[in-house]
Nanobody, 124 residues
Framework: QIQLVESGGGLVQAGGSLRLSCAAS????????MGWFRQSPGKERQFVAI????????YSTDSEGDRFTISRDNAKNTIYLQMNNLKPEDTAVYYC?????????????????WGQGTQVTVSS
């Protein structure tokens, strides 16, 4: 079992950037697939980006291209989400999650461990 703690959220103007971090406890971090998800008021939680245990990456349609980049540092038990050219529609609570299977699929039910979330607000 691992615990996840997100940080780095905040208020930014449209076009700006933020870098989210997620620190994990536990010695099995490197074997987990990790993901970033977000949830806006009144909407379901949706996947943003995923990184497998081997470093393979997958992005949602909204974050494809060079806007968002997910990365992991297994030595620090940490994953990151670099978000560039932010838009007001990116406003949400962003959650870090861990998938013990390591597969890195996008469905939420694979992710057994979740952080408490960090608020990202993008003003127009």
């Amino acid at each position: 079992q691992i615990q996840l703690v997100e940080s780095g959220g905040g208020l930014v103007q449209a076009g700006g950037s933020l870098r989210l971090s997620c620190a994990a406890s536990g010695r099995t971090f490197s074997s987990y697939a990790m993901g970033w998800f977000r949830q806006s008021p009144g909407k379901e939680r949706q996947f943003v980006a995923i990184i497998t245990r081997y470093g393979g990456q997958m992005y949602s349609t909204d974050s494809e291209g060079d806007r968002f980049t997910i990365s992991r540092d297994n030595a620090k038990n940490t994953i990151y989400l670099q978000m560039n050219n932010l838009k007001p529609e990116d406003t949400a609570v962003y959650y870090c999650a861990a998938d013990p299977s390591g597969l890195g699929l996008s469905e939420l039910e694979w992710y057994k461990y979740w952080g408490q979330g960090t608020q990202v607000t993008v003003s127009s």
